[in-house]
């Protein structure tokens, strides 16, 4: 089994797009195939180098690597399209010494009259076929190549989502297969493509079912075997019509930089447009085993950016807390730590926070007390004068006190130590919980105050909340 996916280096790699590359992947690994990748770069206007690095990028962020393609190689190369130029011409002659295409020399305008004679006529407009049988040779000047589409029939595929599709043959038009320019257009250079790395299973989104019988009357025109195919449904906006930029990111690159994790990206894709019982968390090696091509759905799913925070969230706590740690480092110094702050408080500290977040970035903002100078911790207003007024700093130096003899500075260590002081004090640990709070971070709301100071290490704790101190009594 072959499959491949054939991203367009024209943007970053759109969410659908993973989603199919996603799809065509699980189906390799799941069944012993080929993944293979293909650049489809002929639209040199918009296709960049760049863009290609971020798609590699982000596929591989993702998890899917290919086993041929840009980087890797392999034996049917090469795979960018605009390198493969060469491959395309035999075919069309191929084409047309058997007269299943044709030269025209028609011009733009000339075309374009013809549309609209069919237009008024009440007719579908398309090319209105003046060349086909002009019978025009290598020399005839300026041309393109056309099909010969037949004119009566019906083209028929089978479609492992929607069955078999039926188009009748008076619907497709002569399409151009070699532009003017020499360069063969996309559902050329596809099919050409396909049959030479041998794919067998075509698995893309539904926006290409109507250039699929196109692409059937190559294979069939070349005498080849025409491939399976499966076209996967549109991811869905929240509002049902197609996702785009206006419903939010729709690029895997930028759900990264919002803090998604690849497995939670993952994991939400591929349940948009595949149904598995009641089963939502996957992780890349379940889907392996479980991902079959009799569950992709017909109808779209909608995108549901609160069940990707939630999906996300449950990643963060499936993690192993280094794993944790280390993908949320690039996300602290962003929110202002100093990478050398970064130290073996930082396990302890994220784990304090993983509760309360459901990004990276979330879980950045809220750690990022921790890391950052005292300066710079940033105070609440409402906190400080809810929390830290005069009466109560005589606490905390007692608890100042308490805090400075402590030897095993850990969650149980502290416990024992702070909770037998209240006791002895007669007070209630939250009198004390909510000042130390807000002046270790800065917040009235935050981690549990052990896991907390445990976290923050003995020294920074005793100045911040020495600071507290200070500015408590101040008050008022
Ligand atoms: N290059 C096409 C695209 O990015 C994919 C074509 C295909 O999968 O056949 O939409």
């Not at 690849?262 to 379940?286: M, P």
């Not at 024992?416 to 971070?441: D, F, H, M, Y």
Request: hydrophobic content about 45%; charged content about 25%.
């Amino acid at each position: 089994m072959r499959v491949r996916f054939a991203p367009s280096p024209t943007g970053h790699l759109h969410i659908g797009g993973a989603r199919t590359a996603l799809f065509n992947w699980l189906l390799a690994r799941r069944l012993g195939g080929t993944f293979v990748l293909r650049i489809e770069d002929t639209d040199q206007a918009r296709s960049t180098r760049e863009y290609e690095v971020e798609i590699l990028k982000a596929l591989r962020w993702l998890g899917l690597d290919w086993d041929e393609g840009p980087e890797v190689g392999g034996p049917f190369g090469p795979y960018r399209q605009m390198e493969r130029l060469d491959h395309y011409d035999p075919f069309i002659e191929r084409m047309l010494a058997e007269g299943m295409a044709y030269r025209c020399t028609c011009t733009a305008e000339r075309v374009e009259q013809g549309r609209q004679a069919l237009a008024a006529a009440g007719e579908k407009p398309m090319y209105d076929r003046t060349c086909r049988e002009a019978g025009h040779g290598p020399d005839c000047g300026e041309h393109v190549v056309r099909i010969k589409a037949p004119l009566h029939g019906v083209t028929t595929f089978q479609d492992h989502v929607r069955g078999e599709v039926v188009t009748q043959n008076a619907e497709l038009d002569d399409f151009v297969i070699r532009r003017s320019s020499g360069l063969p257009p996309y559902n050329f250079v596809v099919v050409i493509d396909d049959i030479e790395m041998g794919i067998d299973l075509i698995v893309r989104g539904e926006d290409h079912v109507n250039n699929t019988p196109k692409q059937v009357l190559i294979y069939q025109a070349l005498g080849l075997k025409v491939p399976q195919f499966a076209h996967a449904p549109l991811i869905l906006g929240p509002d049902g019509s197609r996702l785009s930029k206006r419903h939010g990111a729709t690029s895997v690159h930028a759900y990264q930089e919002e803090g998604y994790l690849a497995e939670a990206l993952v994991n939400y894709l591929v349940r948009l447009g595949w149904s598995h019982g009641d089963q939502e968390i996957f992780s890349l090696l379940d889907l392996v085993g479980a991902f079959d091509l009799e569950g992709i759905t017909k109808a779209g799913g909608r995108w549901d950016v609160d069940k990707l925070r939630w999906l996300n969230q449950v990643w963060m706590k499936r993690i192993e807390p280094e794993d944790l740690a280390r993908r949320a480092r690039p996300f602290l110094v962003a929110a202002g730590a100093a990478p050398e702050a970064l130290d073996d408080r930082l396990v302890p500290a994220v784990l304090t926070v993983r509760e309360r977040a459901w990004t990276l970035v979330e879980l950045a903002q809220a750690a990022r007390f921790y890391f950052v100078e005292d300066e710079a911790v940033g105070f609440d207003a409402a906190a400080v004068d809810k929390h830290l007024k005069p009466a109560v700093a005589p606490l905390l130096d007692g608890l100042l006190a308490v805090l400075g003899g402590v030897e095993d500075w850990s969650i149980p260590g502290l416990e024992a130590a702070v909770n037998a002081w209240v006791e002895a004090q007669g007070i209630k640990l939250g009198k004390v919980a909510q000042p130390v709070r807000v002046s270790l971070t800065g917040q009235g709301t935050g981690p549990g105050l052990f896991e907390m100071l445990a976290a923050i290490g003995k020294d920074t704790a005793l100045r911040r909340i020495a600071a507290g101190r200070d500015r408590a009594a101040a008050a008022g």
